[in-house]
């Protein structure tokens, strides 16, 4: 599975970026879509996911301000950014996680979001 991330980029807080990840190679139904982030000095951290059949699960410090959500027949997943704050600020990486056997994890180039005060 290939993914091709776009999206990101400089906004001030208060604002909204959308986020893409277009899957190819593979039958997206078979995968758990996800966003991750990661700063400088510290481990990836998960964002938000959604299943194929689509519920969806987020970290914390998104929950009300972000939204995930997935077009099967496009095989793109998506994340709605909005109220975005400056520690939002990060690289974004698009995931997917087999959920057949085998299952593994396949990441994205990484997209950078940087939200400014």
């Known amino acids: 599975v290939q993914l091709q991330a776009s999206g990101g980029g400089l906004v001030q807080a208060g604002g909204s970026l959308r986020l893409s990840c277009a899957a190819s190679?593979?039958?997206?139904?078979?995968?758990?879509m996800g966003w991750y982030r990661q700063t400088p000095g510290k481990q990836r951290e998960l964002v938000a996911t959604?299943?194929?059949?689509?519920?969806?699960n987020y970290a914390d410090s998104v929950k009300g301000r972000f939204t995930i959500s997935r077009d099967n027949p496009k095989n793109t997943v998506y994340l709605q950014m909005n109220s975005l704050k400056p520690e939002d600020t990060a690289v974004y990486y698009c995931n997917a996680r087999r959920i057949i056997t085998p299952q593994f994890d396949a990441w994205g180039q990484g997209t950078q979001v940087t939200v400014s005060s």
């Open positions: 190679g593979t039958i997206f139904s078979n995968y758990r």
């Open positions: 959604v299943t194929s059949g689509g519920t969806t």
